[in-house]
């Protein structure tokens, strides 16, 4: 079946402290996979996403990799900022129909 | 341009009532879904309806929950005789449909419902 793991939280880092949120997928096919970030009193927005074995996902100074080898799409950034703080469920999408798939969501909290 | 509009923003209710959540998903996405969210967990599937295709139901989680797309556009998620385990935020996405396999959903801001 299709599934996505992600690390639990809550993580907890000072202001421009190196974050790693690891992700990992189970799928048929050749899905898409996603990163979207939850702020606080908000939506889901998407973050960045990557269609195809090792294209890398980039937006805010985030960055992820498709790690086709390892099934791996994991979320870094290199100095992260109180205005991170959010929760970020990692998805993939099929390569065929419609039914998205969510991680649990990690809760970051960055404080200064 | 419009995003996924959800309304009520909030609502809250005396167990044992309907209630009904509206969502209008972006012009042109024929995929519409439906989640919901309690606090601290994550994403639960409900529901999704793809153009004019019998919808995916296998998240209802019970039969007192139902929805509908009228025209492929707005959708409502109706909830009859709530219950307390029924608070939650219920969130509704679209996207593109079939042809565009690595299209992201596209939430709105979610409904936020509250039984007392």
């Known amino acids: 079946g299709n599934s996505v793991t992600q690390m639990e939280g809550p993580v907890t880092l000072s202001e421009e402290a190196f974050l790693t949120i690891n992700c990992t997928y189970t799928?048929?096919?050749?899905?898409?996979l996603f990163w979207y970030v939850q702020y606080p009193g908000e939506g889901l927005q998407l973050l960045l996403k990557a269609t195809k074995a090792d294209d890398k996902g980039s937006n805010k100074g985030f960055e992820a990799t498709y790690r086709k080898e390892t099934t791996s799409f994991h979320l870094e950034k290199g100095s992260v900022q109180v205005s991170d703080s959010a929760v970020y469920f990692c998805a993939l999408r099929k390569g065929t129909g419609n039914q998205f798939y969510f991680g649990t969501g990690t809760s970051l909290t960055v404080i200064p | 341009g419009a995003g996924v509009s959800q309304s009520p923003s909030n609502k809250v209710t005396e167990k044992g009532k309907d209630v009904e959540l509206r969502c209008d998903p972006i012009s042109g996405h024929t995929a519409l879904y439906w989640y919901r969210q309690s606090l601290g967990q994550g994403l639960e599937f409900l529901i999704y309806f793809q153009g004019n295709s019998a919808p995916d139901k296998s998240g209802l989680p019970s039969d007192r929950f139902s929805a509908e797309r009228t025209g492929g556009s707005v959708s409502t998620l109706t909830i009859q005789r709530t219950q307390q385990e029924d608070s939650a935020v219920y969130l509704c996405?679209?996207?593109?449909?079939?042809?565009?396999?690595?299209?992201?959903?596209?939430f709105g801001d979610g409904t936020r419902l509250s039984i007392l």
């Open positions: 996405a679209s996207s593109l449909g079939n042809t565009a396999s690595n299209q992201p959903q596209h």
């Open positions: 799928a048929t096919g050749y899905p898409s």
